[in-house]
């Protein structure tokens, strides 16, 4: 059964870029309530161990340092049918073929520097949000 969280980050280049608040603005204009919220840096361990499902692809190395290369927003959504529509919200995630008016294709500038993570499933979305947050850390 789908659940109604979903897991999302707003990246190094976004939040240094200073696009955090419209981000999150877009973000509540969509449905989505913030459950849990924290701004941090995550160190090039923890984003690899982030992103593992990604180790031995080519770019995991660039993914990794990016990802620890400044502080980052991470937050758990709620919303019905949290997942679809958050990936529908934020595009796809190579910028050129995000569609017009998705956070990426307004914010992301590059397929590694894409602005925002979003979970791919259910089953990611309850693993990546309790990476980040504990359970005394989410109010619903
Ligand atoms: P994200 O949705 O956070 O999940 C994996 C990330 O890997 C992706 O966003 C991109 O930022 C990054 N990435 C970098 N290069 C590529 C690539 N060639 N294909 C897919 N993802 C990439």
Redo the contacts with the bound molecule.
Sequence with gaps: MATNRTFT?I?PDAVKNGHIGAILAQINEAGFRIVAMKYTWLSAEKAGEF?AV?KG????D??VT??SSGPIVAAILEKENAVADFRTL?GA??PDEAAEGTIRAKYAT?????A???S?SDENAAIEGSFHFAGTEIFS
């Design positions: 980050m990246k992103y990604h692809r080519p770019f995991y660039e993914l990016f990802m934020i995630t190579n590059s397929i590694g520097e894409n925002v993570h979003g791919d």
